[in-house]
């Protein structure tokens, strides 16, 4: 239903801000509908956990408990794109970041589809 392009990430050293995008597109002939869009993120060999998320019409925000402080989601709906805004950088945030619709606002994967390819983060100490 719909796709979802992530962009922004790279190579930081720890202490610096990234701005990551997600950029969502409807698929030809298909109805472009998004109730929230949510960031989650997977380092390697481990479990992918959420971030954040926000409501499309709204824009109401909702955070995972240990990022609520550094991390900011915001979403400018003219443009049809969803940031997570990073600050404070740790070596521990270091892993693929990606982006996904649902139908309802959640930190569970289950309840989230149309996933992006996602976007390498990797904060030096």
């Known amino acids: 239903q719909v796709q979802l392009v992530e962009s922004g990430g790279g190579l930081v050293q720890a202490g610096d801000s990234l701005r990551l995008s997600c950029a969502a597109a409807?698929?030809?002939?298909?109805?472009?509908?998004?109730?929230?869009v949510g960031w989650f993120r997977q380092a390697p060999g481990k479990e992918r956990e959420f971030v954040a998320a926000?409501?499309?019409?709204?824009?109401?925000?909702y955070y995972a408990d240990s990022m609520k402080d550094r991390f900011t989601i915001s979403r400018n709906n003219a443009k049809n794109t969803v940031y997570l805004q990073m600050n404070t950088l740790k070596p521990e945030d270091t892993a693929v970041y990606y982006c996904?619709?649902?139908?309802?606002?959640?930190?569970?994967?289950?309840?989230?589809?149309?996933w992006g390819q996602g976007t390498q983060v990797t904060v030096s100490s």
């Open positions: 996904a619709r649902a139908r309802v606002q959640s930190p569970r994967r289950e309840d989230y589809d149309s």
């Open positions: 409807k698929a030809a002939g298909r109805t472009f509908s998004i109730y929230a």
């Open positions: 926000i409501t499309w019409i709204a824009g109401t925000t």
